[in-house]
C-alpha cells in the first residue's frame, strides 16, 4: 500500500508517498495558504499529483503544529491559526473520500524514527525536538501515543527538573508560564544562556563551534546546557523509561551532545543508572512527513 504523508506547516506543505519497504516515490512542496478553505484545497491538490505521478492511490496522513481535540474534534494550539477551530481530519476525509490521520507534528517525528527510523524496532520511542522552540512525541510500537487528552509528549511545557536558585523564575514562556523546559533547552533558551553570561553567537551551533575552539564563555554555556538536557530528559527516563530517546531539531546536531549527555543523565535519574541511549535522528527535516505517511501502520494493508 502506498502511504502518503503531508506536513502543514506555516510557510509551506510538503507531500511524500513512501512505498511499502518505507523507499519515497514523490515527494512535493508548494507555499501554505493563510486560510482554511485554501489549506484543505492545497493538501487535496498534492494528493491528487501523487496519486497521479506513482498510478497509485493510498493513505493520508497529515502532521500539524497543533493537535485535534480529542473533545471537540477541532484543531487547538496550532501556529498556524487559520486551522484552529475547524474539524480538518473530519473534513479532508469527506473531500478525499478516505480516512484521514491526523497527529501533531512531534508525534509523528517520533514514529517516523520508531518505524524505520533511528529507533526501528523499538517499544517505546520518545521524540525529543530541540530547535528555536522544544517539544517531542511519543510512539509506542510504532504508533502514536496522542493521550486522553491528546497532549502526550508536550515536555517542553513542563517546569526544569531540579531547579537551581539562579534558575527559578528567570524566564517566561509564551504558554504564559515561567522557568518551562524550552525556554532553556531550546536552541532560543541556549543562546539566551550565552548572552546573559557575555557571549555572542546566533545559534547553538555556533557556540558548540566556539567551544571546540576553546571559548571559555561557550565551554561553561555547553555545560549548563548539557546539564540542564540531562535534567529534563532524565524526568522523561525516570516517568517512562523509553526503550530510545531520538533527538531533532537544529541543536541535535551538536555531535558533543551524544558524548557528554551519558556521562550526566545517571547523575539524574532515580538509582543513579541509565543505560537509556539517546540518539541523533535518521531522517532529519524529513522525519515528520514520512512520520505522518506511517501513520498508517506497517500492518495496515
Known amino acids: 500500500m502506498m502511504r502518503m504523508g503531508v506536513d502543514l506547516g506555516g510557510t509551506k506543505i510538503e507531500i511524500v508517498a513512501l512505498a511499502d519497504d518505507g523507499s519515497e516515490i514523490f515527494r512535493k512542496r508548494i507555499p501554505t495558504p493563510k486560510n482554511y478553505p485554501g489549506t484543505i484545497e ?11 505521478e ?37 473534513d479532508l ?33 520518545f521524540g525529543g525536538i530541540i530547535g528555536t522552540g522544544c517539544g517531542a512525541g511519543i510512539a509506542i510500537n510504532g504508533r502514536v501515543h496522542g493521550g486522553g487528552n ?16 539562579d534558575e527559578f ?29 557575555g557571549g555572542d553567537a546566533t545559534s547553538g551551533i555556533q557556540i558548540s563551534e566556539m567551544m571546540q575552539q576553546g571559548d571559555p564563555l561557550a565551554t561553561a554555556a555547553f555545560e549548563r546546557y548539557i546539564d540542564r538536557l540531562a535534567r529534563s530528559l532524565a524526568h522523561v527516563i525516570n516517568m517512562m523509561d523509553p ?16 558524548t557528554e549527555l551519558p556521562k550526566v543523565l545517571p547523575k539524574y535519574v532515580v538509582g543513579r ?18 512520520g505522518a505517511a506511517w501513520l498508517w501502520g506497517k500492518d495496515e494493508k
Open 42 to 52: 492545497a493538501i487535496v491538490s498534492l494528493v491528487a499529483d501523487a496519486e497521479s
Open 273 to 290: 543508572e541509565c543505560g537509556t541511549q539517546v540518539v541523533k535522528n535518521k531522517f532529519g527535516a524529513s522525519s515528520g512527513v514520512r
Open 169 to 197: 523564575n528567570t524566564t517566561t514562556c509564551f504558554c504564559g508560564n515561567r522557568d518551562c523546559i524550552e525556554t532553556f533547552i531550546s536552541g532560543t533558551g541556549f543562546v539566551r544562556d550565552f548572552r546573559e553570561a
Open 93 to 125: 476525509s469527506e473531500v478525499l473520500n478516505r480516512e484521514v490521520r491526523v497527529a501533531n507534528d512531534a508525534n509523528c517525528f517520533a514514529v517516523s524514527e520508531a518505524v524505520d527510523g533511528a529507533a526501528a524496532g523499538k517499544g517505546v520511542v
Open 150 to 165: 491528546g497532549i502526550g509528549g508536550e515536555w517542553g511545557h513542563n517546569p526544569l527538573p531540579w531547579m537551581t536558585a
Open 54 to 90: 506513482t498510478g497509485q492511490t493510498g493513505s493520508v496522513g497529515v502532521g500539524i503544529p497543533g493537535v485535534v481535540s480529542p473533545f471537540t474534534g477541532l484543531v487547538k494550539n496550532s501556529n498556524s491559526t487559520w486551522i484552529n477551530g475547524h474539524p480538518l481530519d473530519k
Open 243 to 258: 526503550d530510545m530517546i531520538v533527538l531533532g531539531g537544529g541543536v541535535s546536531n551538536i555531535e558533543a551532545i551524544y
